[in-house]
């Protein structure tokens, strides 16, 4: 079966993006919905948890995307390949973190990746961008203390502007003492990751963890 091919970009403020998505019941979704999960937000199709969900079976790993046709292709293959500690979910995150971030189990999410997000260059563009305060606000509610964010992008702009927004809250501090790890900390690296280092272009990383009060 061909790749399903959808627009690149999806404008989140578009009115048909407006309605919160609904919570799934977790304890059908996952095997064992107390495992810690990693949420992915913008998954775009899913090869990055799709891998992850493999390579560390006791974590659960949640992965959203704004594009329907996307997530439909991902459930079908994460069926196909019965793994029971995966699961995507159509999504406009900018109005749906709440929704769904407030029914899991408690105290279950511990890690959040933040990659290389649409950067919608143009200024009048802005609130369009994935990273909002808003955003950072609502992970900071959720995540556990000492969880953490991985964020990355191929565009420096972004990257700054990503951690501008976690350093700005008070809940976040970020790891390590360089402006950008040279090194992905996870064992999986994504598609276009990949592509960018094949070029011999830089990528622009960042770990930051929630503070334990």
């Known amino acids: 079966m061909s790749p399903v091919r959808v ?9 048909k993006f407006q309605t919160p998505a609904a919570s799934p019941e977790w304890e059908k979704i996952y095997i064992q919905p107390n495992l810690p999960l990693h949420l992915d937000i913008g998954c775009a199709r899913g090869r990055f948890v799709l891998k992850m969900a493999q ?12 594009r329907e046709p996307l997530v439909v292709e991902a459930n079908r293959i994460r069926d196909e390949m019965g793994l029971t500690n995966l699961h995507y979910v159509f999504a406009n995150v900018n109005n ?11 105290g279950s999410l511990q890690r959040v990746t933040i990659q290389f997000p649409d950067p919608w260059f143009k200024n009048r563009h802005a609130k369009r961008r994935v990273v909002q305060a808003e955003l950072v606000t609502e992970l900071a509610n959720y995540l556990t203390p000492d969880g953490v964010v991985f964020l990355q992008s191929d565009i420096e702009f972004v990257a700054v502007e990503m951690c501008d ?20 900390p996870l064992p999986v690296p994504t598609e276009r990751e990949i592509a960018t280092q094949n070029k ?14």
């Not at 272009?201 to 503070?211: C, G, I, N, Q, T």
């Open 96 to 106: 749906s973190l709440v929704s769904l971030l407030s029914t899991l189990p408690l």
């Open 200 to 213: 011999g272009e830089p990528v622009y990383r960042a770990l930051f963890r929630k503070k334990d009060y």
């Open 55 to 66: 390579v560390e079976p006791n974590w659960n790993f949640l992965g959203l995307e704004i």
């Open 7 to 15: 627009r690149q970009h999806v404008n989140p403020l578009a009115s």
């Open 165 to 184: 927004r976690f350093h700005e809250h008070p809940a976040f501090e970020k790891l390590g003492t360089t402006t950008w790890l040279a090194q992905n």
